[in-house]
C-alpha cells in the first residue's frame, strides 16, 4: 500500500529497549508498517537513565546489527532515539552525543507524564541555539496536557514540534489522551504524526488509527501528517 508515510518514532530494533525483542520480531513490524502505507520508518530506541541505559554508541551497533538482517523489499530506515529529557539526557544532546534524526538537525523528546520541568521552555530554546529542533513525543500522553492543551503551547513558542502518536485516536491509551489528541487535531497543533509502534501486532493498530484520522481530518491533512510533516522535519536545515 505505497502511501509514501514516515514514521518517526518506532522501537523495530531487537533487544534495545521495551520494543522488539528479537529481529524476527522487527522485521514482522516494518512489514506490518509498510502494509499500513508507510515506505519509511525511523528506529527511535530508548536514551532513559536508569531504565535503558543506552549511549549513543551502543545504539548504533544495535541499528547497525539489525540492519544486517533485514531482507528485502521492506521501507527504507533510519536511526534516531528517543531521548527522556532529563539532565543527563539534555547534557548529552548538547554536546552532541544524542541520536537525532536522520540529518541531524531534529531530535526526539520525551518527558515524564506526570508535570513538565520548570525550565522546560528554556532548555527548549537552548536546543534551538544549539541547532537542534526538539520534537515532542506523544504530547497527548501528558497528563499536563489532559487537563488543558494550553500546556503546550510555551513549548511549541520555545520551537518545539508535537507529534502524534496516531494510535491515541482509538483509544490505545484510554479516553483521556484521545481526547487530547483530538483536541491538538482540532488546534492544528501537530506536525507530523506516528507509529510509536513496540510490537508487531501495532501495526493492525496503527492502520486503523490512521484510518480514524483520516474521518477526521481529511485526506490532505492526513498526507500532511503522515509524509509532508515528517518529510520536513528530517529534512529542515
Known amino acids: 500500500m505505497g502511501l509514501g508515510f514516515i514514521d518517526l518514532h518506532c522501537h523495530w530494533v531487537a533487544g ?49 546489527a539489525m540492519v544486517e538482517a533485514l531482507p528485502e523489499g521492506l521501507p527504507e530506515v533510519g536511526l534516531a532515539s528517543e531521548h527522556y529529557f532529563d539532565d543527563v539526557v539534555f547534557g548529552r544532546l548538547k554536546s552532541g552525543a544524542g541520536v ?17 520541568p520548570i525550565a522546560l521552555p528554556a532548555r527548549l530554546l537552548d536546543l534551538r541555539r544549539a541547532g537542534l529542533r526538539p520534537v515532542i513525543a506523544h504530547p497527548e500522553r501528558y497528563q499536563p ?16 514540534s508535537l507529534l ?14 484521545q ?8 488546534e492544528d497543533a501537530y506536525e507530523a504524526g506516528c507509529s510509536d509502534a ?7 493498530i496503527t492502520a486503523r488509527a490512521i ?8 485526506e490532505d491533512e492526513t498526507d500532511r501528517l503522515m509524509r509532508r510533516g515528517p518529510a520536513s522535519i528530517l529534512t529542515e536545515s
Open 16 to 64: 534495545i529497549d521495551d520494543g522488539a525483542r528479537t529481529p524476527e520480531q522487527g522485521i514482522a513490524m516494518l512489514r506490518g508498517l509498510q502494509q499500513a502505507g508507510f515506505s519509511k520508518v525511523v528506529a527511535t530506541p530508548h536514551m532513559r537513565p536508569g531504565m535503558f541505559d543506552n549511549d549513543k554508541p551502543a545504539l548504533e551497533r544495535a541499528y547497525a
Open 198 to 204: 513496540h510490537r508487531a501486532e501495532d501495526a493492525a
Open 211 to 218: 484510518e480514524r484520522l483520516r474521518a477526521l481530518v481529511g
Open 145 to 160: 496536557t489532559w487537563k488543558d492543551t494550553e500546556a503546550m503551547q510555551p513549548l511549541i513558542d520555545a520551537g518545539a
Open 100 to 116: 537525532p534524526y536522520p540529518g541531524g538537525k531534529s531530535v526526539l523528546i520525551e518527558l515524564s507524564p506526570q508535570q513538565f
Open 179 to 186: 481526547r487530547a489528541a483530538e483536541k491538538l487535531l482540532e
Open 164 to 177: 502524534l502518536d496516531v494510535c491515541a485516536l482509538v483509544g490505545k491509551y484510554g479516553a483521556a489522551s
